[in-house]
């Protein structure tokens, strides 16, 4: 089982960036699937989520109106859409997969400074 992150960097407040999780081994289309972050001192939180079938998701507060999950069955990818960044969204952000099981990626950091 694999959950690999890519898309992180360093971006300017007001900026955009796009993660990406590209999961192996299970079957994608029967998991929830979910991105979180965690910033330095903080406890890790939920930042957005989207069912198996992708017709449901849920947001963080924080994070509504600016960030988008969505999912792609066919390529067992998952996306987090990020825009107008704060310096307040930078964490290392995680990919989870759960079903019957969970699963974490590595991460991915993301700075949002000047």
């Known amino acids: 089982v694999q959950l690999v992150e890519s898309g992180g960097g360093l971006v300017q407040p007001g900026g955009s960036l796009r993660l990406s999780c590209a999961a192996s081994g299970f079957t994608f289309s029967s998991y929830d699937m979910s991105w979180y972050r965690q910033a330095p001192g903080k406890e890790r939180e939920l930042v957005a989520a989207?069912?198996?079938?992708?017709?449901?998701?849920n947001y963080a507060d924080s994070v509504k109106g600016r960030f988008t999950i969505s999912r792609d069955n066919a390529k067992n990818t998952v996306y987090l859409q990020m825009n107008s960044l704060k310096p307040e969204d930078t964490a290392v952000y995680y990919c989870?997969?759960?079903?019957?099981?969970?699963?974490w990626g590595q991460g991915t950091q993301v700075t949002v400074s000047s």
């Open positions: 989207i069912i198996s079938a992708g017709g449901s998701t």
């Open positions: 989870n997969a759960k079903s019957w099981y969970v699963f």
